[in-house]
T-cell receptor
Framework: GAGVSQSPSNKVTEKGKDVELRCDPI?????LYWYRQSLGQGLEFLIY????????KSGLPSDRFSAERTGGSVSTLTIQRTQQEDSAVYLC????????????FGPGTRLTVL | AQSVTQLGSHVSVSEGALVLLRCNYS??????LFWYVQYPNQGLQLLLK??????LVKGINGFEAEFKKSETSFHLTKPSAHMSDAAEYFC?????????????FGKGTTLSVSS
């Protein structure tokens, strides 16, 4: 079956612009995670959605970052007023309803802020 | 709090040699442990996971890992390296009693395989 998909695969933007990154989880998966992968910080958790519960935003680095999940499926990560330190690969993962089940990762979106 | 330490950011082996990638964890609750592999310009792929069943876990591509509570370790091994094993490997932990928590990753180990 189809895996987790993300778009765009690459995004180049100018400092100060807003960007939106999209994630389509595996069909039927109710848990969705966003992570960030950068050279300096490794893999960092950003935000987690589980069904209709309030998201766990504890990993978001600043209030410029936000995410939403519509209809319990597709998710969009928005970064406002991008900074050069936001340059990274943003990875999305999904898992079944049980939180400790395997997380399946998408290919990521590489964001470059000039 | 949970954390993962991967000893050695870069490991080099010859084709056919034993692969050993080290992972130590810290967790205040019984952990679930994972090894993921990342090939260049690709996402993370699950190699294997420990979820409190058998302590020796077998995964894909001939890899296996052993959970040792006394050593708080979950080292990844493969008896004979293949050129296609060259990639970056990540160890991760999450709390078994904490449904819905995110994975905490180690810094990763890059495996190089020479002919």
């Amino acid at each position: 079956g189809a895996g987790v998909s993300q778009s765009p695969s690459n995004k180049v933007t100018e400092k100060g612009k807003d960007v939106e990154l999209r994630c389509d989880p595996i069909s039927g998966h109710t848990a969705l995670y966003w992570y960030r992968q950068s050279l300096g910080q490794g893999l960092e958790f950003l935000i987690y959605f589980q069904g209709n519960s309030a998201p766990d935003k504890s990993g978001l680095p600043s209030d410029r970052f936000s995410a939403e999940r519509t209809g319990g499926s597709v998710s969009t990560l928005t970064i406002q007023r991008t900074q050069q330190e936001d340059s990274a690969v943003y990875l999305c993962a999904s898992s079944s309803r049980w939180g400790t089940d395997t997380q399946y990762f998408g290919p990521g979106t590489r964001l470059t802020v000039l | 709090a949970q954390s993962v330490t991967q000893l050695g950011s870069h490991v080099s082996v010859s084709e056919g040699a034993l692969v050993l990638l080290r992972c130590n964890y810290s967790s205040s609750v019984p952990p679930y442990l994972f090894w993921y592999v990342q090939y260049p310009n690709q996402g993370l792929q699950l190699l294997l996971k420990y979820t409190s069943a058998a302590t020796l876990v077998k995964g894909i591509n001939g890899f296996e890992a052993e959970f040792k509570k006394s050593e708080t370790s979950f080292h990844l091994t493969k008896p004979s390296a293949h050129m296609s094993d060259a990639a970056e490997y990540f160890c991760a932990v999450t709390g078994a009693q904490q449904a819905g928590t995110a994975l905490i990753f180690g810094k990763g180990t890059t495996l190089s395989v020479s002919s």
